[in-house]
């Protein structure tokens, strides 16, 4: 079967729809965690937003392989949210919830019974991304609601992405003792080389 025409094109095109719109909003999601000082949940909606960058460029290079220089229609709906830093992990949480349990797997099931095995192998893969995506920001917004995002029981390592300096303990400084930088620029430090 030819990918034009069908319904596994039309699906990698909604696919880097989503993609694209999710770089985009994470990237404002990033700002608003930054105006908030949580500076280690910026780095990680921007982290996540170039891992959306990547998912959508691997789908636009199938669509680019056989349909260079045509359009095709799509119908699909994306969320509009911008809140505060909790608010907007949620919503994120939800939209990868929703593509790792729905849309992938589905997009996955038709690709293969469209004959296109290696499309369906990415979408499969890229489902499994999302899942994390979803685990992490959920384990972010229940720390933070919880007010423990800077706080373990146990005692941990704690990084700051400034300068790189090491705190070990069961919460991480409210300011970094090497650089003066405030408590949202820790992070735990895992390391396993």
Not at 143 to 149: Q, S, V
Request: negative net charge; contains cysteine.
């Amino acid at each position: 079967m030819e990918l034009k025409g069908s319904k596994t094109a039309t699906n990698l095109m909604t696919a880097f729809a989503g993609e694209c719109q999710a770089v985009m909003r994470y990237k404002m999601y990033a700002s608003q965690a930054k105006k908030e000082g949580l500076e280690v949940i910026q780095a990680v909606f921007e982290e996540t937003a170039e891992n959306e960058r990547a998912h959508a460029n691997r789908l636009y290079k199938y669509l680019k392989e056989e349909l260079n220089d045509e359009g095709i229609t799509i119908n699909a709906e994306y969320p509009v949210h911008l809140g505060d830093t909790l608010t907007n992990l949620r919503a994120a949480a939800e939209g990868e919830e929703y593509e790792h349990q729905d849309m992938y797997p589905k997009f996955a099931e038709i690709a293969k019974e469209e004959g296109f095995k290696a499309i369906a192998a990415t979408l499969k893969e890229i489902g499994e991304v999302e899942e994390h995506h979803d685990k992490r920001y959920t384990a972010l917004a229940d720390r933070l609601e919880k007010d423990k995002l800077f706080e373990r029981d146990e005692e941990v390592y704690w990084i700051c992405l400034n300068c790189g300096y090491v705190h070990k303990g069961k919460k991480a400084p409210k300011k970094c003792p090497a650089c003066d930088h405030p408590q949202g620029f820790f992070k735990v430090l895992l390391e396993d080389y």
